[in-house]
T-cell receptor, first 111, second 113 residues
Framework: GQQVMQIPQYQHVQEGEDFTTYCNSS?????IQWYKQRPGGHPVFLVQ?????EVKKQKRLTFQFGEAKKNSSLHITATQTTDVGTYFC???????????FGQGTTLQVKP | DTGVSQDPRHKITKRGQNVTFRCDPI?????LYWYRQTLGQGPEFLTY????????KSRLLSDRFSAERPKGSFSTLEIQRTEQGDSAMYLC???????????FGPGTRLTVL
């Protein structure tokens, strides 16, 4: 079945350093969605990427969708303590009609 | 607040008891999803509805689990004869149509003693 893998599982950075998490799907996706979950909270939607090679920016966050629509990345420039949390990618396949989540990358930022 | 709401937020029960959770999706969202999330993992798909029709159930959903969305609005998830392995966060999400963004509710944290 469809699988979505995300690396790394954990990342500790010093405040001000950059951070990147990578997401890979076993199948071609219709779209990919990124969510952030704070400790004790629920997944909060960040962005949806639909087109091959699409890039979206939200302030210090840059999201990319691969040309083959099987991989994606989230890059945070100059991390802040407010960036702490777990970032999930979730791939949507039109074949299954379901959103499959990666395992998430937990970001810790040391002030 | 026009977001997805879930009730209760926390539920502690004894093994063998039945529990029921409720989800109210964003108004006019046709699709409603249930997920289960355990510590350190991403949400795992359980089932989803298109209006009142339940379209798919994951094999994770044993016969003890049942979900309904009788009028195509709110949904309930019932777990019968709870087991300790059922302890998890149960998340509900809704989307306008099939490929649209899914918006999550705050979840119901179930603890089975």
């Amino acid at each position: 079945g469809q699988q979505v893998m995300q690396i790394p599982q954990y990342q500790h950075v010093q405040e001000g350093e950059d951070f990147t998490t990578y997401c890979n799907s076993s199948t071609t996706l219709s779209n990919i969605q990124w969510y952030k979950q704070r400790p004790g909270g629920h997944p909060v939607f960040l962005v949806q990427l639909v087109k091959s090679g699409e890039v979206k920016k939200q302030k210090r966050l840059t999201f990319q969708f691969g040309e083959a629509k099987k991989n994606s990345s989230l890059h945070i420039t100059a991390t802040q303590t407010t960036d702490v949390g777990t970032y999930f990618c979730a791939g949507f396949s039109s074949n299954t009609g379901k959103l499959i989540f990666g395992q998430g990358t937990t970001l810790q930022v040391k002030p | 607040d026009t977001g997805v709401s879930q009730d209760p937020r926390h539920k502690i029960t004894k093994r063998g008891q039945n529990v029921t959770f409720r989800c109210d999706p964003i108004s006019e969202h046709n699709r409603l999803y249930w997920y289960r999330q355990t510590l350190g993992q991403g949400p795992e798909f359980l089932t989803y509805f298109q209006n009142e029709a339940q379209l798919e159930k994951s094999r994770l959903l044993s016969d003890r689990f049942s979900a309904e969305r009788p009028k195509g609005s709110f949904s309930t998830l019932e777990i019968q004869r709870t087991e300790q392995g059922d302890s998890a966060m149960y998340l509900c999400a809704s989307s306008l149509t099939w490929a649209d963004t899914q918006y999550f509710g705050p979840g119901t944290r179930l603890t089975v003693l």
